[in-house]
């Protein structure tokens, strides 16, 4: 199949290219990119898409989301999730282990890869559990899973309490050049809690999450990266201290990158006053200050990523009690959009919006993704600047509609996901 996308804004952080261009898809690849460009050879008929007042970036990459299956096909599966990233622009995500079971294992890691390849939409990477069962007590086989396809480890949504554990698995994924990827909370210091620990709180009758409760633990990881001299990366950061704590490190050198999520500089605990169960997520929503000073760290590159966090769950999951309800969102269609509201507040450069979505998680993952250079994987999203759109999850493609944005009114949407050369999604 050969496309000619013609006329659109190319944004390609990874060659710092920014402006109107074509761009020549063959046989899966991107051939070339430049004005005006012919038709190409190997095909007489081409398909040409017109993309004129259109933004062209390298496909979007989510280094952070929960795909459900196996185990919880009630929530999301394989399928419905990959729907949901190529809908959102997203073609290539990363899946975490806390499925049933757990992904500690080969055959799970291959099971994932085999159901991803039947879908044939995104490019779906799984990432395994550092821990057997993600209990924090004996590492699972690092090599194994490696060589099964996983591309990194996490017990996402557990800390690892115990530092000597933590320090191994450092240095085992750091033989093997895989990322380790740690939820950072100190499990004693959050126990019980369901929200932000602090006067909304109070005010509801809420048991609150300490903010030092992920202050401590990021501390402690970074001083762990820091001794060791591995690679870290920090999964959905929250707290005003974290960023600090991250700034601090990078300043001295320690290798460590990290990440946060839309709903972290989107909403505060302020959004928490209707008892409303889709604002329940973890790490929970914080503080104004805490909020601002997640939009710094983007600001300044102290955080690398902008990530999902997609969490699915069914209403059963949801209609419930506060403190019983599950907590996360479902984030994959509504990601770029609100991300994009940085741009538009001036915190970010579009270009630099791209670049934490796209060529930034490639590196820390080490995926061969995230660039419109001739010969890389033709990956691509097609965005909309002007699209003006109101998110309805009833209308998700994801089976989880747990959306706390359910009537928020966006401007930019991507109208178009290309993986491997194929239109994947399109809205245009």
Request: contains cysteine; proline residues 5%; hydrophobic residues 40%.
């Amino acid at each position: 199949m050969t496309l000619l996308l013609k006329g659109g804004r190319v944004v390609d952080p990874s060659r710092k290219v920014d402006g109107v261009a074509d761009l020549l898809i063959e046989n899966g690849k991107i051939v070339s990119s430049g004005k005006a460009l012919p038709k190409g050879k190997k095909s007489p008929d081409p398909e040409v898409l017109d993309l004129r007042d259109k933004w062209v970036v390298p496909g979007l990459i989510d280094m952070h989301t929960h795909l459900r299956e196996p185990g919880f096909e009630y929530k999301e599966t394989i399928a419905s999730g990959s729907e949901a990233a190529v809908a959102g622009g997203f073609s290539s995500i990363a899946c975490m282990p806390n499925t049933d079971p757990i992904n500690d294992s080969r055959s799970v890691t291959e099971f994932i890869r085999r159901k991803a390849t039947e879908c044939g939409l995104a490019n779906v990477y799984p990432i395994a559990a550092i821990t057997v069962k993600s209990e924090g007590s004996l590492l699972s086989e690092f090599w194994d899973l490696k060589d099964a396809g996983a591309i990194g480890f996490s017990d996402d949504g557990k800390s690892v309490m115990n530092a000597s554990l933590i320090r191994r698995a450092l240095e085992y994924a750091a033989s093997l050049n895989m990322p380790v990827i740690v939820h950072c909370e100190d499990k004693n210091l959050s126990a019980g809690g369901v929200m932000h620990e602090g006067a909304v709180a109070t005010e509801l009758g809420l048991a609150g999450i300490p903010a030092i409760a992920e202050d401590v633990m990021v501390a402690r990881d970074l001083l762990l990266a820091e001794y060791t001299g591995a690679a870290l990366h920090i999964a959905h950061v929250s707290t005003a201290g974290a960023v600090r704590l991250i700034r601090e490190a990078k300043s001295r050198g320690v290798r460590v990158t990290a990440e946060t999520a839309p709903h972290y500089f989107s909403l505060t605990d302020e959004a928490l006053r209707g008892f409303d169960t889709n604002t329940k997520v973890y790490p929970p929503l914080r503080s104004f200050e805490d909020c601002r000073a997640i939009r710094e760290g983007l600001s300044d590159g102290t955080l690398d990523v902008i990530a999902s966090d997609h969490a699915p769950h069914a209403r059963t999951d949801k209609e419930v009690e506060f403190d019983y309800a599950a907590t996360g969102l479902t984030g994959l269609e509504t990601s770029f959009a609100l991300s994009l509201r940085l741009v538009a507040d001036g915190v970010l450069a579009f270009p630099d919006l791209i670049e934490k979505m796209t060529i930034n998680p490639a590196r820390i993952l080490r995926i061969p993704k995230g660039t419109l250079a001739a010969g890389a994987d033709a990956d691509i999203t097609v965005i909309d600047p002007d699209r003006e759109w109101t998110v309805d999850r009833t209308l998700f493609h994801s089976r989880g509609k747990n959306s706390p944005f359910h009537g928020w009114v966006m401007k930019g949407k991507p109208v178009m996901t290309i993986v491997g050369g194929v239109i994947r999604y399109r809205d245009v």
